[in-house]
């Protein structure tokens, strides 16, 4: 990404990592909009981070990418030519390019327009730097589930049949969320399902005494 991409689309998870909206603060929305600057909390995340890669030019920047992993994953000439071919696109107002067509989709909506998608610009254009890489790292964040539970919150075994003593509740057991919600699941609507599938379990464990 570039300089422009990371201080208006690169989104941290965490109330204290997005100031100016949590703290509601138009002056700090309006800075993030106009300004050159990430807010402070990405920006410390950009000159910091052992996982992020800032350089002025692409040869730098691949190099400091490969450095990064210890082994030369990443061909310059490969990525140059792809850059280069969607920067083209960007001079096209009627580009089928996917990338360029979903930014200029999302910027139809004033509120994205302003402060949370970047206008397309060239990447490889030094106006538009410094290049910024980060390493990805993939995890499991929720499951949404894991354990086959029955109605009574006992957990099934192999054969289907309920292990003795052994209950389970919330995500775990798949009420947490995609349970009662599933594809519609949100980090707001999990509270709910955990309570119901807590009680649920603490009954059938009291009852099972």
Not at 176 to 190: I, K, Q, R
Request: contains cysteine; charged residues 25%; aromatic residues 6%.
């Amino acid at each position: 990404m570039t300089q422009k991409i990371i201080k208006r689309e690169f989104g941290l998870s965490g109330s204290e990592q997005n100031p100016d909206i949590t703290g509601k603060s138009w002056r700090m929305v309006l800075k993030r909009a106009v300004g050159k600057n990430a807010p402070v909390p990405v920006e410390a995340f950009k000159e910091h981070g052992v996982d992020f890669v800032v350089r002025r030019d692409l040869k730098s920047l691949v190099d400091g990418m490969n450095a990064v992993t210890g082994r030369a994953l990443i061909d310059f000439a490969a990525l140059e030519r792809e850059i280069a071919a969607r920067d083209r696109e960007v001079d096209n107002p009627f580009s089928k390019d996917s990338q360029i067509v979903h930014i200029r989709g999302a910027r139809n909506y004033i509120g994205d327009k302003l402060i949370r998608a970047a206008k397309p610009h060239k990447i490889l254009d030094p106006a538009n730097g410094p290049l910024i890489a980060v390493r990805l790292r993939i995890l499991t964040r929720k499951t949404l589930g894991g354990l086959e539970t029955d109605l009574s919150s006992r957990v099934l075994g192999n054969d289907g049949q309920p292990v003795p003593g052994l209950y389970a509740a919330g995500e775990v057991a798949g009420f947490g969320g995609g349970g009662m919600h599933g594809y519609s699941a949100l980090e707001g609507t999990f509270l709910g399902g955990c309570i119901f599938s807590g009680r649920t379990a603490g009954r059938a464990a009291a009852a099972a005494l």
